[in-house]
């Protein structure tokens, strides 16, 4: 009988022992926290930044004004911030100096081909003083603009002196004495004359100042001159209108005629105006020195020889100054 006791005893223990256990297990796992739910990704954070003391937030702070103060700095370098340069709608760049390519245009600018056309007086100069007096010229050229100092121009001159009086009066004796008559066979009484000298040259022009508005250049070259020296008397002409019918006119005539070719140098300088900034034609002024090397003939009339030269002035050489105005393009 206590023995049974003893068991139930034992048994009851252990039931007891076994609750306590499961209540105290249960306890446990009450206890633990539930698992944080998956939150969203954050930006990794710079923890040396978070621990940063107040005196390295300084310090970092000033760090990053420099890097900026530097960057303003290049920034401004690539910039030109210049009061002139605020007027300019941005960006604001540099330019540089235009390049032209057409065919009409050189690099720098200027014009590859160049036109001129001009006139003026002539003053003969040395022996040609002796028996000329001052005329008139006419000018006609074209040429080439390699840049805007260097060209090369081809030239026609037309230059035209008269004779001088006493020359003049010399000569009328001398025709007289040699028996000379107008076309009515009468003794000459009046006599006049000219002298032409044409010429073809090849000028180089370096153009030593340029500017917007004001050019000076200096030129000079060799060419051909055919020059021509006529004595004249005052005629009576006729012509015929088969509607109005005939009717007489004052005209020259001439009496003796010598022409002699040479070749010859000129050299000079002028300046130019530009009429406008954008323009490219500009008016121009020059004076030359023109030396030609005629081949002097002697005097002679015999009427014996090949050639009859009462006036071997004709064939010297010739030298004068032409002054010319006129406009190039």
Not at 144 to 150: A, E
Not at 151 to 164: A, C, E, H, N, S
Not at 175 to 185: C, E, K, M, R
Not at 226 to 234: E, L
Request: hydrophobic fraction near 35%; include cysteine; proline fraction near 6%.
């Amino acid at each position: 009988m206590m023995t049974s006791k003893n068991r139930l005893s034992t048994l009851f223990l252990r039931t007891v022992a076994l609750g306590v256990f499961t209540a105290a297990a249960t306890l446990g796992l009450e206890a633990q926290p539930a698992p944080a739910a998956a939150a969203p990704a954050q930006p990794a954070l710079n923890l040396q930044a978070s621990l940063m003391t107040p005196l390295d937030l300084a310090s970092s702070s000033s760090s990053s004004s420099s890097s900026s103060s530097d960057s303003d700095a290049s920034a401004s370098s690539r910039f030109d911030m210049s009061p002139e340069a605020a007027m300019q709608p941005p960006p604001r760049r540099h330019y540089r100096r235009p390049n032209y390519s057409d065919s009409h245009t050189n690099p720098d600018g200027s014009n590859r081909y160049t036109f001129m056309v001009g006139g003026g007086f002539v003053m003969p100069t040395g022996g040609t003083h002796n028996y000329a007096s001052p005329g008139w010229k006419f000018q006609v050229g074209g040429g080439r603009n390699f840049n805007k100092t260097l060209g090369v121009l081809v030239q026609f001159d037309y230059d035209k002196m008269g004779i001088q009086t006493k020359t003049l009066n010399n000569q009328l004796a001398l025709y007289n004495n040699l028996g000379a008559t107008d076309q009515n066979g009468n003794q000459l009484s009046q006599l006049n004359g000219y002298i032409h000298d044409w010429s073809f040259s090849l000028d180089p022009i370096v153009n030593y100042y340029t500017s917007d508005t004001w050019g000076a250049y200096v030129t000079g070259g060799v060419g051909f001159y055919h020059k021509a020296t006529v004595f004249t008397i005052p005629g009576v002409g006729t012509y015929c209108d088969p509607y109005y019918g005939c009717y007489q006119y004052q005209a020259d005539q001439p009496i003796d005629k010598y022409t002699s070719n040479a070749f010859g140098v000129n050299g000079g300088f002028g300046f130019t105006y530009k009429l406008s900034r954008w323009s490219g034609a500009r008016l121009y002024g020059e004076a030359r020195y023109v030396w030609t090397d005629n081949q002097p003939r002697p005097y002679d009339v015999s009427g014996k020889t090949a050639y009859f030269n009462a006036f071997p002035q004709a064939s010297a050489r010739t030298t004068y100054i032409p002054v010319t105005f006129g406009i190039r393009f």
